[in-house]
């Protein structure tokens, strides 16, 4: 099949998404407002979008013209546009069909709350979608108050590669490189250091973990607008010595960073689906400890493989990380369970072949 992608090719998520047709022999292009994130596979045809900074207004038909454009041209088997708001949009505008629209989550959830003008958006891309895929269940209902044909939505996750996420990708040199000693029981968060994901409460409750496991460390990976004031808030905690700030990891550095960890963490105050940083540390044989929101307690079983707490409570978020990392066996155990979860449930693969089944649907009038 002809398949063309309108989406952000500086995401990881887009790029697997479409990386994964090309591999498969489809005729693949991309159109794109950022360029690629790494180098451009030959088998993927990208078309980054000329715009003119700052200026939003004027973006949006110099977007539009472009991508009917390129869609004239490619004269495609399948356009597939991702997140509602910015690429769905403008897709939309097109009206091109077949027409499938995936919507990422704040897309939905949050920004068709912030102006009437966004809102309209979402309902003018939704309704004008052949198909409609979202991560999470509580995502359908939301689309459908929007306007959205409940018939014409399917939950397909992102899913997780787990041939690259395992606990077999442990590296001792991770370790050696952050200065952590080999016997140090270590917890890892991988979110961005923006306030939506409250990496404060994470960082509140170090003190309160290091009073009953005195040897731990934790690894903050990721970059945002509050790091500066989160190492600044782990130095008048006294425990700057036990936090490594690592800043953005390289996608290749992901999985043996996870697999080198003991504990995830994840205290995001808002979740579409199952995060994909989750989901990498649940097929790496990590228990996890994440914020009890959205569609979570569906994936991280309580007792089973991890714990959910409340949004903003550092105390119960201490005492859960706490228990993890004075209990071997409990870690272990909840970690095997997260992998069977990965494995069962969010397979990239599994995942990837239903959406290529959904193409095949539309494309032939099937």
């Not at 991988?190 to 003190?207: F, G, K, M, T």
């Not at 690894?219 to 500066?228: D, F, H, K, L």
């Not at 080198?260 to 790496?284: F, K, N, P, R």
Request: some cysteine; charged content about 25%.
């Amino acid at each position: 099949m002809r398949i063309c992608y309108v989406g952000d090719a500086g995401s990881i998520h887009m790029q697997r998404w479409v990386k994964y047709f090309a591999d498969k022999g489809h005729d693949v292009c991309l159109i794109s407002p950022r360029p690629y994130l790494g180098d451009v596979p030959r088998n993927i045809e990208l078309h980054v979008l000329k715009l003119i900074n700052g200026v939003r207004f004027v973006n949006v038909p110099l977007s539009v013209i472009q991508i009917a454009r390129i869609i004239r041209a490619k004269n495609p088997d399948i356009l597939h546009a991702h997140h509602v708001t910015s690429s769905g949009f403008w897709a939309a505008l097109c009206g091109f069909h077949p027409y499938v629209l995936t919507a990422w989550g704040s897309d939905i959830v949050v920004q068709p709350n912030k102006s009437r003008l966004v809102k309209w958006k979402a309902a003018y891309a939704l309704k004008r979608a052949d198909l409609i895929t979202c991560d999470a269940e509580h995502m359908v209902e939301r689309m459908a108050a929007l306007g959205a044909a409940r018939e014409n939505i399917r939950v397909i996750f992102f899913g997780t590669d787990t041939k690259k996420f395992s606990a077999e990708q442990a590296d001792a040199g991770i370790r050696e490189k952050l200065r952590i000693a080999s016997d140090s029981p270590t917890v890892i968060s991988l979110r961005s250091l923006n306030p939506i994901y409250d990496l404060e409460s994470l960082i509140r409750a170090v003190p309160l973990v290091l009073k009953e496991v005195p040897e731990a460390t934790f690894i903050v990976a990721g970059n945002g607008e509050q790091r500066s004031y989160l190492e600044n808030l782990a130095t008048s905690l006294g425990v700057g010595d036990k936090v490594r700030f690592v800043g953005a990891l390289a996608n290749s550095e992901m999985p043996a960073y996870l697999a080198s960890s003991d504990v995830y963490v994840s205290t995001s105050l808002s979740d579409a689906g199952l995060a994909a940083s989750t989901a990498e540390a649940m097929a790496s044989e990590l228990p996890a400890v994440i914020t009890d929101f959205g569609d979570n307690s569906q994936w991280v079983k309580e007792g089973q493989g991890g714990f959910l707490v409340p949004l903003k409570s550092p105390p119960l978020l201490a005492e859960k990380i706490a228990y993890l990392l004075k209990n071997e066996d409990v870690r272990r155990k909840f970690g095997k369970f997260n992998r069977g979860v990965i494995e069962e449930r969010n397979d990239y693969y599994k995942e990837m072949e239903k959406v290529e089944n959904f193409y095949s649907n539309l494309a032939t009038g099937a």
